[in-house]
Every structure is written in C-alpha cells, then in structure tokens.
C-alpha cells in the first residue's frame, strides 16, 4: 500500500511560486496516477491537479489552470505541484494521493485516503 507525503509548503506573497512535491513509503508511484487536492478552513475537499500513470495525461481544476503544472519524476519516485502566480485564494493544506487512475482518486474524499497534508498560506 502506498502511503503518500507531501511537503514544499510555506508561506509566499501573492504572485509568488511554491513547488510542493509528493513522495511515497511503501510501494512507488511508478504504476500509479497521483492526484492533489487541497482544503481551506470551512471548506471542502476540491480536486486541484493529477497526472495518470503514463505522465503523458494531465487534469486540473479550472481555479489553477494556467497557474499550476504538475509532473512526475518516476526515477525519483516524486510527483511534483509547480504553482505559479498564487492568489490568497489559493491558501489551503495541500494533499496528494496515489491511485490506479485520477478519476478514481477524484471520487475519495476520506481523510485516511490522503498524506498527512502541507500547509500553502499566500498573504496578499
């Protein structure tokens, strides 16, 4: 079983970049799509960004798009979150996850299916 964990957060001003990257004990990511998600107080779960096992399919959110690009490193075993431009909206904990496919990870909304989280706070 894979267990996912992210790191990369911080705090950055509005119009700043942050890379977030997500790794894995256990199984690697080799064979598996990886997806992030993010959550802000108050407020639910929303799908940010996943890549299929391939590395050649991509999905995102309409919030990021244009603003973020995700990518995997397989010999590395780390997917990666690029975020470009970032707005106070965009503050949140940060969460991937692995799964066979990236419509499949968009259907899990349960804490335990998640890392543990990093924290994204963009000050405006």
């Known amino acids: 079983q894979v267990q996912p964990a992210e790191s990369g957060g911080g705090l950055v001003q509005a119009g700043g970049s942050l890379r977030l990257s997500c790794g894995a004990s256990g199984r690697t990511f080799d064979y598996l799509a990886v997806g992030w998600s993010r959550q802000a107080p108050g407020k639910e779960r929303e799908f940010v960004a996943g890549i299929e096992a391939s590395g050649a399919v991509m999905h995102y959110a309409e919030s990021v798009k244009g603003r973020f690009t995700i990518s995997r490193d397989n010999a590395k075993g780390t997917v990666f979150l690029q975020m470009n431009n970032l707005k106070p909206a965009d503050t949140a904990v940060y969460y991937c996850?692995?799964?066979?496919?990236?419509?499949?990870?968009?259907?899990?909304?349960?804490?335990?299916?998640w890392g543990p989280g990093t924290q994204v706070t963009v000050s405006s």
């Open positions: 996850a692995a799964d066979s496919t990236v419509a499949t990870i968009t259907r899990r909304l349960e804490n335990a299916y």
